[in-house]
Antibody
Framework: EVQLVESGGGLVQSGGSLRLSCAAS????????MTWVRQAPGKGLEWVST????????YYAVSVKGRFTISRDNSKNTLYLQMNSLRAEDTALYYC????????????WGQGTLVTVSS | QSVLTQPPSVSGAPGQRVTISCTGS?????????VHWYRQVPGTAPKVLIY???NRPSGVPDRFSGSKSGTSASLAITGLQAEDEADYYC????????????FGGGTKVTVL
């Protein structure tokens, strides 16, 4: 059974940094692209970033490009999201998801970790 | 403003059929990219409901079906049940930004 467990969320001041982690199990992590999606309170889903299997290519939403960095450690089956220069509008529940890269859909999701940025 | 447009809400009585539209453009659905649908019960994570326009993962009832035409797609729910109350999101890929997965704004389904 696929399991994705996010951690690292919390309360941070505007301009601060936070690193999220997503521990994966139940599948061969190194064979799949991975994606972060966020959901602001009471709002819809927003794609944040995607990383390919070996980490060689990364993609970002315009809203986070230059501030967030996605990475992965295939030896630890773990996905990361380094978030810098955080803004109030980054407040959201952040989900990691297993990505069917070739068809651009997300077949499994974690339960999310909450990031709150205070202004 | 979401790249894909969905109605904010739809409703129906138990047993009825409801449809949710998802309208895109020539840079996503109209460019030939597949549409996928996710269901989210409030307070829980999204789960894929339909992938590749009209494919159901194992465990998803055949009451749920998807279709795509031109720059739009639709999700149909037949035999509406109380447990179908949830938020539904469409998703596709957009060529305007490399790697960009795009979502609709979500549709709340209410069973009357």
């Amino acid at each position: 059974e696929v399991q994705l467990v996010e951690s690292g969320g919390g309360l941070v001041q505007s301009g601060g940094s936070l690193r999220l982690s997503c521990a994966a199990s139940g599948f061969t992590f190194s064979n799949y692209a991975m994606t972060w999606v966020r959901q602001a309170p009471g709002k819809g889903l927003e794609w944040v970033s995607t990383i390919v299997t070996n980490g060689a290519s990364t993609y970002y939403a315009v809203s986070v490009k230059g501030r967030f960095t996605i990475s992965r450690d295939n030896s630890k089956n773990t996905l990361y999201l380094q978030m810098n220069s955080l803004r109030a509008e980054d407040t959201a529940l952040y989900y990691c998801a297993k990505d069917q890269l070739s068809a651009y859909w997300l077949d499994s999701w974690g339960q999310g970790t909450l990031v709150t940025v205070s202004s | 403003q979401s790249v894909l447009t969905q109605p904010p809400s739809v409703s129906g009585a138990p047993g009825q059929r409801v449809t949710i539209s998802c309208t895109g453009s020539s840079s996503n659905i109209g460019a030939g990219y597949d549409v996928h649908w996710y269901r989210q019960v409030p307070g829980t994570a999204p789960k894929v409901l339909i992938y590749g326009n009209n494919n159901r993962p194992s465990g998803v009832p055949d009451r749920f079906s998807g279709s795509k035409s031109g720059t739009s797609a639709s999700l149909a729910i037949t035999g509406l049940q109380a447990e179908d109350e949830a938020d539904y999101y469409c998703q596709s890929y957009d060529i305007s930004l490399t790697g960009s997965r795009v979502f609709g704004g979500g549709t709340k389904v209410t069973v009357l």
